[in-house]
Nanobody, 117 residues
Framework: QVQLVESGGGLVQAGGSLRLSCAASGTIFRLNTMGWYRQAPGKQRELVASMTVGGIKTLADSVKGRFTISRDNAKNTVYLQMNSLKPEDTAVYYC???????????WGQGTQVTVSS
């Protein structure tokens, strides 16, 4: 019912920046959370950042001060501005949408972020 389209991944050098976008479409319930998770090879998928429709943000300690999350609720889009990227940020980044009306969690297909040293 909800489709997620991600964009903005790519290859950058350490210290560089990327901006990820995720647009949700379909049946959008007002009360929801959108965020970003990442998964590196051999590791568990972990929360990077999330944001409620009301503006409450959560950031992983490892990205505080470097990444910022924002939303455009009119466009049902969440952004992740990634600055001062490090090689350890290399992972597949997945957009996540939690619908609090149904309790359903939706995932994007993932976008690769690679940071070279």
């Amino acid at each position: 019912q909800v489709q997620l389209v991600e964009s903005g991944g790519g290859l950058v050098q350490a210290g560089g920046s990327l901006r990820l976008s995720c647009a949700a479409s379909g049946t959008i319930f007002r009360l929801n959370t959108m965020g970003w998770y990442r998964q590196a090879p051999g590791k568990q998928r972990e929360l990077v950042a999330s944001m409620t429709v009301g503006g409450i943000k959560t950031l992983a300690d490892s990205v505080k001060g470097r990444f910022t999350i924002s939303r455009d609720n009119a466009k049902n889009t969440v952004y992740l501005q990634m600055n001062s990227l490090k090689p350890e940020d290399t992972a597949v980044y997945y957009c996540r949408f939690t619908d609090y009306g149904t309790g359903t969690v939706y995932w994007g297909q993932g976008t690769q972020v690679t940071v070279s040293s």
